[in-house]
């Protein structure tokens, strides 16, 4: 495990990075509900936009913090950019658009970050950010770690869903589980309403700040729920409710401690799907649990 402080600088880097790639998904991929169709993929190596199309051109981004480098390939031809230390967000903006722009390829994206505390321009900021390789692989590793714990969960329920992957904005790892029950966001917020407008329950893993340096596992209702949902029935012990972010947390530290880290996180997973289930009124749920019918 790796906790926030241990990697704060690098993770900054990458969540930069992530911002560009997304944005140039955002941009360029088809429209789903819930931002689906931003969310970037992980794979061995890292994260990626998986194919785009811009126009009649085919786009492909991928992050591989394995061999510290970004791939951008336009049309099956590929060019790696470093990443390194002493590159500024705006170094790694000017390599990947000129990648994109010399092969003919006419892409623009939003230069603000999304949902991020910093405000400066990405094509503008020329702070050198620091990248530690090792500790981004014990970082990536713990996102796959994850995302393998979510699939396991998600992959068999008979309900609609939005798979795991990265959000770039809040740079966690979630899916989603949906009902098919429509409510609109109370305020005229452009994310916000876009991505909260018919219920769901979204599991999350995310990596930490500076005021909760643990990594951690979350459930978030939508609608929230912002009353005392601290249930006896919720696994394990360690897992609670926090009614003013209307999210129940699981730290990854009482995870790994726990005797079957696996088993510890699908119980969460369960105990707080049955939990909300009935809280948020959903009306009965036990198709979606019904076996596959696959060896």
């Given at each position: 495990?790796?906790?926030?402080?241990?990697?704060?600088?690098?993770?900054?880097?990458?969540?930069?990075?992530?911002?560009?790639?997304?944005?140039?998904?955002?941009?360029?991929?088809?429209?789903?509900?819930?931002?689906?169709?931003?969310?970037?993929?992980?794979?061995?190596?890292?994260?990626?936009?998986?194919?785009?199309?811009?126009?009649?051109?085919?786009?492909?981004l991928e992050?591989?913090?394995?061999?510290?480098?970004?791939?951008?390939?336009?049309?099956?031809?590929?060019?790696?950019?470093?990443?390194?230390?002493?590159?500024?967000?705006?170094?790694?903006?000017?390599?990947?658009?000129?990648?994109?722009?010399?092969?003919?390829?006419?892409?623009?994206?939003?230069?603000?970050?999304?949902?991020?505390?910093?405000?400066?321009?990405?094509?503008?900021?020329?702070?050198?950010?620091?990248?530690?390789?090792?500790?981004?692989?014990?970082?990536?590793?713990?996102?796959?770690?994850?995302?393998?714990?979510?699939?396991?969960?998600?992959?068999?329920?008979?309900?609609?869903?939005?798979?795991?992957?990265?959000?770039?904005?809040?740079?966690?790892?979630?899916?989603?589980?949906?009902?098919?029950?429509?409510?609109?966001?109370?305020?005229?917020?452009?994310?916000?309403?876009?991505?909260?407008d018919e219920?769901?329950?979204?599991?999350?893993?995310?990596?930490?700040?500076?005021?909760?340096?643990?990594?951690?596992?979350?459930?978030?209702?939508?609608?929230?729920?912002?009353?005392?949902?601290?249930?006896?029935?919720?696994?394990?012990?360690?897992?609670?409710?926090?009614?003013?972010?209307?999210?129940?947390?699981?730290?990854?530290?009482?995870?790994?401690?726990?005797?079957?880290?696996?088993?510890?996180?699908?119980?969460?997973?369960?105990?707080?799907?049955?939990?909300?289930?009935?809280?948020?009124?959903?009306?009965?749920?036990?198709?979606?649990?019904?076996?596959?019918?696959m060896n």
């Amino acid at each position: 495990m790796i906790k926030h402080s241990e990697w704060a600088d690098t993770k900054f880097t990458l969540h930069l990075i992530s911002q560009i790639l997304g944005k140039i998904k955002l941009v360029t991929a088809h429209k789903e509900p819930q931002w689906a169709h931003v969310m970037l993929p992980l794979t061995p190596n890292g994260f990626t936009t998986g194919l785009l199309f811009a126009e009649d051109d085919l786009l492909q981004l991928e992050v591989d913090v394995i061999n510290s480098l970004i791939s951008v390939n336009v049309n099956g031809a590929t060019e790696n950019i470093a990443i390194e230390t002493s590159k500024s967000i705006k170094d790694y903006f000017d390599e990947i658009f000129h990648s994109i722009h010399s092969r003919g390829v006419d892409v623009t994206i939003n230069l603000k970050p999304q949902e991020m505390a910093y405000k400066k321009l990405l094509n503008e900021d020329d702070t050198p950010l620091t990248f530690n390789q090792k500790d981004a692989v014990r970082g990536l590793k713990l996102f796959q770690l994850a995302l393998h714990e979510q699939m396991k969960f998600i992959a068999p329920m008979r309900s609609r869903k939005v798979k795991p992957a990265l959000f770039w904005g809040t740079f966690d790892v979630a899916m989603l589980v949906l009902h098919g029950i429509m409510e609109e966001f109370p305020e005229d917020r452009v994310i916000e309403k876009a991505a909260f407008d018919e219920h769901m329950i979204e599991y999350g893993f995310w990596l930490g700040d500076d005021n909760v340096d643990t990594p951690s596992f979350f459930v978030l209702p939508y609608p929230f729920v912002n009353k005392d949902l601290n249930h006896t029935s919720i696994k394990p012990e360690e897992a609670y409710y926090d009614a003013n972010l209307s999210e129940y947390f699981l730290d990854l530290e009482s995870v790994m401690k726990s005797e079957n880290p696996s088993k510890t996180v699908q119980e969460f997973f369960q105990s707080t799907f049955d939990v909300l289930k009935v809280e948020l009124e959903w009306d009965d749920c036990s198709h979606y649990f019904i076996p596959l019918k696959m060896n």
